[in-house]
């Protein structure tokens, strides 16, 4: 654990416990919103990769199609 993050460990341990357990709430939520975010990113990856695949097939065909009509 980095020297700043002990710190804000350490102060988080000197809250009252009813701030240390709003703490620990607030952090499982931003935690769980970076998770989920993770999970948008990857869909979003692998819709990409799938309309990326799909243009260089049409490119392909477009190129094989040609090579048939000059031949």
């Known amino acids: 654990m980095s020297t700043k993050a ?3 460990l350490d102060e988080i341990k000197a809250l009252p416990p009813e701030e240390q ?4 709430d607030e952090a499982i939520r931003l ?8 999970r948008q990113r ?8 799938r309309h990326a695949g799909r243009g260089l097939l049409n490119r392909l065909l ?3 199609a040609k090579e048939r009509a000059r031949g």
């Open 6 to 8: 002990q710190a804000i």
């Open 21 to 24: 357990e709003q703490v620990v």
């Open 31 to 38: 935690r769980e919103g970076a998770k989920e975010w993770e």
């Open 42 to 49: 990857a869909k979003l990856r692998a819709m990409q990769s």
């Open 62 to 64: 477009e190129e094989r």
